[in-house]
């Protein structure tokens, strides 16, 4: 068996590429929607709700945004330590194939890598992934039916 170049490493040692994607924890989709939701309660004129749903936005809004995951042409990296100290940097010419996996409960990615090995992504796993992987990877895609 060869030695893999993927492996688990400090967050401070992972080397700045050019992302082609970047996840984070925040979505700018709920951002909006909930400033939207704030405004539509202050045109209602329902002040004590305001004050409890901007609070909410504020935060959402100013908080942190912790990293998930990033790709670029070389390698992909899922932050999933909850230190915030190590995360899986595995290199794109280590895959052997991938899936896509939608399921009743939540999305999962499967990563087949040389030596028989797999490397599963189960928690936020986003749909701007797939499409990631379609550019980066398109051949080694393993298509599968819907799991219920």
Same mark, same amino acid.
């Given at each position: 068996m060869s030695e893999h170049k993927s492996h688990k490493v400090k967050i401070e040692n992972i080397l700045p590429e050019?992302?082609?994607?970047?996840?984070?924890s925040k979505n700018r989709t709920y951002i909006?929607?909930?400033?939207?939701f704030v405004l539509m309660l202050a045109l209602a004129?329902?002040?004590?709700?305001?004050?409890?749903?901007?609070?909410?936005?504020?935060?959402?809004?100013f908080g942190d945004d912790k990293k998930i995951f990033e790709g670029n042409s070389k390698f992909f990296v899922v932050y999933n330590d909850k230190n915030n100290?190590?995360?899986?940097?595995?290199? *794109?010419? !280590?895959? %052997?194939?991938?899936?896509?996996?939608?399921?009743?409960?939540?999305?999962?990615?499967i990563f087949y890598l040389y030596d028989m090995e797999k490397y599963r992504i189960e928690e936020n796993v986003?749909?701007?992934?797939?499409?990631?992987?379609?550019?980066? *990877?398109? !051949?080694? %895609?393993?298509?599968?039916?819907?799991?219920?």
């Amino acid at each position: 068996m060869s030695e893999h170049k993927s492996h688990k490493v400090k967050i401070e040692n992972i080397l700045p590429e050019k992302a082609k994607i970047k996840l984070g924890s925040k979505n700018r989709t709920y951002i909006i929607a909930a400033w939207l939701f704030v405004l539509m309660l202050a045109l209602a004129k329902l002040w004590i709700l305001v004050i409890f749903a901007g609070f909410y936005a504020f935060i959402y809004s100013f908080g942190d945004d912790k990293k998930i995951f990033e790709g670029n042409s070389k390698f992909f990296v899922v932050y999933n330590d909850k230190n915030n100290i190590y995360a899986d940097v595995i290199y *794109l010419s !280590e895959v %052997e194939g991938w899936e896509y996996r939608i399921t009743n409960t939540k999305d999962k990615m499967i990563f087949y890598l040389y030596d028989m090995e797999k490397y599963r992504i189960e928690e936020n796993v986003d749909r701007r992934m797939y499409g990631y992987f379609r550019e980066v *990877l398109p !051949e080694k %895609e393993i298509r599968r039916k819907k799991e219920s």
